[in-house]
């Protein structure tokens, strides 16, 4: 930056490392616009003397040790698609998932989680195993098929999710769920999900991945945001069955953040034949549900 006389000049150049979500690039740039950080970097561009001095950003130094200054995204590309996975993983999303505790409800009853600290054994082995081995990776799939327009394997994988899910009372869920998202987001202007409004094939996560291609979210953010979803509402039914305070509900939720974060990390790196897993305590969970005496959650 030099000066000359009033004026400011300063040389500037757009770093232009967008990159797509299979890129090695750095995270500031995943899913095909700027995203984390909310940066974009520039550097040597020369600007007019004349040109008024702005508030300069702080500097920043990339891998190379390149020196870049942090200009702030405009909220239209930094907000909308966080925004937007706010919304898809809202607990306010009308898909009646809290009417469901999946299976948590028999296990509370049986006293296999009776505590603060049986629920978070409960609910992170689900994560760290079901979930990171069967959802996530699923996820991946489903994401990819809707990305290239494949509705062949956007089929195969819907099939495949509800046919690893171990009882009917998890199936009939996951049906409902996806039935209640999709005829929201038809509702909400993305057509593509009115074949799916009677389908019998289809799971949440079909329509979970639909909404989130379209709306620009990247797989890794659509991924950690449908756990977070799953977890909260876990939590939360551990908060009324056995019942804990709101405050042990917050603490569980803090502690589950790095267990999301890994199951995130495992699912995706998942291949093929890697994809699946059996919990015979949850299947026998929610197969007992189905005839239990007295219940608060649906079955």
Known sequence: MRNRGKGISTRIIMIMDIETEESSSPPHFRGGVPRRGGVVAVDAMELPATTPSPAVPPLLENEEGRKHLAIPLPPSTRGVWLL????????????????????????????????EASAFDWIAGLLSHTLAHLDVP???????????DDAAEVLRWSHFLLANREARELQDEDRNMGLSLARLLNDLGLNEAA?????????????????AQRWN????????????????????????????GQTAGQRLLTQLIPRIAQAVDTGLALHDDDIGFSAPGLAVAGALHETQYS?????
């Open 84 to 115: 937007h996975l706010l919304h898809l993983a809202s607990p306010a999303l009308p898909v009646g998932a809290y009417s469901y505790s999946q299976g948590l409800e028999y296990a509370v009853e049986a006293q296999w989680v009776r505590d």
């Open 138 to 148: 699923v996820t991946a799939r489903l994401y990819h098929a809707w990305q290239h």
């Open 195 to 211: 074949a799916w409004c009677k389908a019998d094939s289809v799971c949440f996560l079909t329509l979970f991945t639909l909404a």
């Open 217 to 244: 979210i990247s797989l890794s953010d659509a991924t950690h945001g449908y756990l977070w979803s799953w977890a909260e509402n876990q939590v939360l039914s551990s908060v009324k069955l056995i019942p804990l």
């Open 295 to 299: 219940r608060l959650f649906r079955s």
